[in-house]
Nanobody, 124 residues
Framework: QVQLVESGGGLVQAGGSLRLSCAAS????????VGWFRQAPGKEREFVVAISWSGRIRSYADSVKGRFTISRDNAKNTVALQMNSLKPEDTAVYYC?????????????????WGQGTQVTVSS
């Protein structure tokens, strides 16, 4: 069992930055793929980025490539998402999730554990 808690969301102006953090409990966290998804009102949950257990492999959605950076610290059981050059269309609830089977997928169904989410609002 893995429990996830996101933090770091907030209100920021377009062009600004935020750093989200996902803290996990459970000793198997360091061996699993971790992803970030987001969901805007009235829209489906969409993939943002995923990172392999070692941190060496990262997969970004085209919409955030070059602006967002994912990293992980397995010793601290945390995954961070640095978001720069934010746009109003980045406004959403952001969720971290764990893929315990290592599929490295881009769909929510590939992930087994989810946090409660943190709101990110980017004003124009």
């Amino acid at each position: 069992q893995v429990q996830l808690v996101e933090s770091g969301g907030g209100l920021v102006q377009a062009g600004g930055s935020l750093r989200l953090s996902c803290a996990a409990s459970g000793r198997t966290f360091s061996t699993h793929v971790v992803g970030w998804f987001r969901q805007a009102p009235g829209k489906e949950r969409e993939f943002v980025v995923a990172i392999s257990w070692s941190g060496r492999i990262r997969s970004y959605a085209d919409s955030v490539k070059g602006r967002f950076t994912i990293s992980r610290d397995n010793a601290k059981n945390t995954v961070a998402l640095q978001m720069n050059s934010l746009k109003p269309e980045d406004t959403a609830v952001y969720y971290c999730a764990v893929d315990q089977h290592g599929t490295f997928g881009r769909t929510p169904s590939a992930y087994d554990y989810w946090g409660q989410g943190t709101q990110v609002t980017v004003s124009s």
